[in-house]
């Protein structure tokens, strides 16, 4: 599994951001469709959080489609098409009012914003 990190003085509850980041690294492509995913115990102690924290964060996941569990075997990154799309609409733009925000916070303009997601979108092949 790819490693990240959470911020506790962020402001953002951790749940939220180890949520997003799973979220972000299974709709990349980083975690492939039927990849297993850490324990809830191996998460937690990878990110140094409750255990209850990264369970809530699976539960929440599995809720909405991006994995799922089999008994005694693990957790799994599910095949996108379960996914809730609704649910895809709302983690992408929660994903992208936490880019802008963090890019203003670094000093980013609007302008520089824009034209780097423009880039990196001409970049991956779409219109910008």
């Known amino acids: 599994m790819g490693s990240f990190q959470v911020d506790e003085k962020s402001g953002v509850p951790l749940w939220i951001q180890i ?3 799973l979220v972000f690294l299974i709709t ?4 492939e469709r039927g990849e ?3 324990s809830v115990r191996e998460l937690s102690v990878q990110l140094g959080v409750n255990y ?3 369970n809530k964060v699976y539960q929440d ?3 909405d489609g991006y994995i799922f569990t089999k008994r005694g075997r693990g957790t799994y990154v599910s095949d996108l098409k379960n996914v809730d799309l609704s649910a895809i609409g709302q983690d ?3 994903l992208a009012v936490d880019f802008v925000q963090q890019a203003l916070a670094k000093g980013m303009t609007p302008e520089d914003i824009h034209d780097l997601v423009s880039e990196q979108i001409l970049l991956l092949g779409g219109h910008a």
Do not use: D, M
């Open 19 to 21: 949520r997003k980041r």
């Open 28 to 31: 990349s492509g980083k975690y």
């Open 36 to 38: 297993r995913l850490p």
């Open 52 to 54: 209850n924290t990264i």
């Open 61 to 63: 996941l599995e809720r």
């Open 92 to 94: 992408v733009e929660a």
